[in-house]
């Protein structure tokens, strides 16, 4: 947070007055209005109420605005007028269970709290000389994030999925069971009728009560959408000073980039890769890297990635993959069969997980991801019974013990998972490993066609 003094030296005066050129788009051209990129401007027309717009841009000697709404009703030779050059929100513990806008203003029918302290939109993320280690586990009450991707307070990671195969209801059970303080979620270009499904079925009450819910819905303007994501990580870094541990997540990050594209474009810059312009994988990590640990607290922060046509390597996936501590990709294969979360653990990495773990812990996560990647090899020689027992010592137990991973995988909705229920479920699949190995060494081989593969524990 800036004090007054800080924010007064922001501050332009805003007697700066123009009028309107042109509108190309959703775009408008305005002359005679010198006004700094990121400026509030207000566009006065004969009906209605003033519209508000953001300067984006210059082109031809005329400074490009941005509209929060539609234009209608805006003509040639509106008078425009600057109303401020730096941007601010209001925050406080009274957001806590409220449902907000991309300004910070309350949507849910409530009246507006009463918050004193102020922030701004855009901040600068934590020095990277002063962001502490991350050494400690966040438990989100996820059993197959905690036990074989767990995450560390102040870790960034990316959920990547097409649509449908349940990445709300995942968020919404991160949200109610997780240990940290304090989440804020960012819905960012839903469909309108989606939020309060969100907002009733994934979270329910107890878990809005220690939650700040931004929406800003498909509908509405780019510029919005762009906002909403700043407004969500501005709250969290407030919550984060106070030496809150916070859990942000933000749904989803490809509609901030479909957003920012949408605004590159109509400032004119040129689409670079399959028509997303510079701005956009400029803008990324300036979002992602305000999250992150800090002296006085963490933001843990999840960011759902829609991947275009089920292809992990278009641009927005590619690009985010490289910023983010780790991934979690989930199957449309796997819930498809049922199987939820439908998280593929094989296509998952946590790259901060031997930093949060102990060797137990770690050592039983590898043999489940050994197993099952050794049955998904021989998957279709199993399913048709060409597949014959003692060929392979570790598919062998694989599928012996398929159905207890799938147990420990798979977890209802309205069921919550303890860090220690999680740890304690994997020392028991790594107890059942044991004695499948130690069983194994002590039968007589088969013969030339066996190609033995001795799987002895670590100790």
Known sequence: MLNIAEQLETVMPTALTGTVASTVG???????????????????????????????GFRDGLTVLYPRSNLTG????????????????????????????ASGKVVDGRPQPGLRDRTSF???????????????????????IDGLLTCGKGQRMGIFAGSGVGKSVLLGMMARYTSAEVIVIAL???????????????LGKDGLSKSVVVVATSDEPALVRVQAASTATAIAEYFRDQGKDVLLMMDSLTRFAFAQREIGLAAGEPPTSRGYPPSVFALLPKLVERAGRSPSGSITAFYSVLVEADDPNEPIS?????????????????????????????????????????????????????????????EDLISIGAYRKGTNRS???????????????????????????????????????????AAQVSQPELG???????????P
């Open 26 to 56: 959703m775009t408008v051209s305005v002359a005679g209005f010198p006004a700094p990129v990121g400026a509030t401007a207000e566009i006065r027309r004969e009906t209605g109420e003033p519209l508000r717009a953001e300067v984006i």
């Open 74 to 101: 805006v003509r040639h030779g509106h008078r425009v007028r600057l109303v401020q050059t730096a941007q601010w929100l209001r925050v406080g513990d009274a957001l806590l269970g409220r449902v907000i806008d």
């Open 122 to 144: 855009v901040r600068q993320p934590p020095h990277p000389c002063t962001r502490p280690r991350i050494d400690r586990p966040l438990a989100t009450g996820v059993r197959t």
């Open 188 to 202: 960012i270009g839903e469909r309108g009728r989606e939020v309060n499904e969100f907002l009733e079925r994934d």
């Open 318 to 378: 590619d690009a985010v993959r490289g910023l983010l501590d780790g991934h979690t990709w989930l199957s449309r294969s796997l819930a498809s069969r049922g199987h939820y979360p439908a998280i593929d653990v094989l296509e998952s990495l946590s790259r901060l997980m031997p930093d949060v773990t102990d060797e137990a812990h770690r050592q039983a996560a590898f043999v489940v991801r050994e197993l099952l990647a050794a049955y998904r090899d021989h």
């Open 395 to 437: 598919v062998d137990v694989a599928v012996d013990l398929l159905d207890d991973m799938n147990r420990y995988l798979r977890q209802p909705v309205e069921q919550p998972s303890t860090f220690d229920e999680t740890r304690e479920g994997l020392k028991q699949l790594f107890q059942k490993y044991s004695e499948r190995v």
């Open 448 to 458: 030339s066609q066996a190609t033995p593969q001795p799987l002895t524990p670590n």
